[in-house]
């Protein structure tokens, strides 16, 4: 079904999954336009490597951005792996290279769904939730972080429903890591979405690591706060928001004014995210 398969992107999550899902014999273009990678990637493969110190180098198919024209490849599926505000030029960019049925999965952090279906049309878009870290600091080598005995990805059609393409699509993602297929994937965008929120602003703003935010009551207290009013806009478009780090989602609705809440959800979302 997925013959032909691209990854737009190749930062930090598009170079772990281009890497192992070259790595286990499928027939994958990685396209980015950061010159000094994909040089490096050309001529040393690409290398993953474990926090715990396990590391992969594979050699790959890797095309500058600026050479995607010359391609007579068209792609059956397409992960795109870009940054939030790239998304609707990529989706543009790689659309003319695509299969007619070709279908594109958002491999990324926010909600960038409905942007993408507008383009491509919702039928060839599949929405999709990483629960492993990742990073990519040097030229042809990232890194990956997070227990690799539990789940990495989570998809699913929009409608809820198992289709023979989502179920084609975890079998190519579990040669990356162990991947879930759920009837509410709206819910677990959401669910990632407070993370992402309740991290990634409380960092830029502070200049401390995720781990030393979370080991701060006071930041904690924000964080939990940003994460309840996440929870509560997505309870507003009637999504039915999943576990956020083990916690369940209905906890935060009140959380921004009940102090009882506060007390409950402050050690419970130290504690489990500091267990990972």
């Not at 009551?217 to 996440?230: D, M, R, T």
Request: negative net charge; aromatic residues 6%; proline residues 3%.
């Amino acid at each position: 079904m997925f013959e032909k398969i691209a990854v737009l992107g190749v930062g930090a999550i598009g170079s772990v999954i281009g890497a192992h899902l070259t790595k286990a014999g499928l027939d994958v273009t990685l396209i980015d336009h950061w010159g000094q990678h994909i040089d490096q990637m050309k001529s040393q493969g690409l290398t993953i490597t474990h926090e715990d110190g396990d590391s992969i180098n594979v050699s790959v198919n890797a095309v500058h951005l600026g050479d995607v024209s010359s391609l007579e490849t068209q792609f059956d599926l397409v992960f795109l792996a870009v940054k939030s505000y790239d998304t609707e030029w990529a989706t543009h960019f790689i659309l003319p290279h695509m299969a007619p049925t070709g279908i594109i999965v958002s491999a990324q952090n926010g909600i960038n769904d409905d942007l993408i279906a507008e383009i491509i049309g919702a039928s060839r878009e599949l929405p999709c939730v990483m629960t492993f870290g990742a990073g990519l600091y040097e030229p042809g080598h990232g890194l990956r972080t997070g227990d690799r005995s539990k789940t990495a990805f989570i998809i699913g059609e929009s409608s809820g429903v198992k289709t023979p393409r989502i179920e084609a699509l975890s079998e190519i993602l579990n040669n990356v890591g162990i991947c879930e297929i759920s009837s509410n994937i709206w819910g677990h965008r959401w669910a990632k979405l407070a993370v992402n929120c309740m991290a990634n602003p409380m960092c830029a703003a502070s200049g401390l690591g995720s781990k030393a935010l979370r080991q701060d009551p006071n930041l904690s207290e924000i964080s939990i706060g940003i994460a309840a009013e996440v929870v509560n806009t997505g309870i507003s478009l009637g999504v039915n928001v999943e576990k956020i780090s083990g916690v369940d989602s209905a906890l935060y609705q009140n959380a921004s004014t009940d102090m009882n809440v506060w007390k409950k959800l402050k050690p419970n979302w130290r504690q489990t995210r500091l267990a990972g």
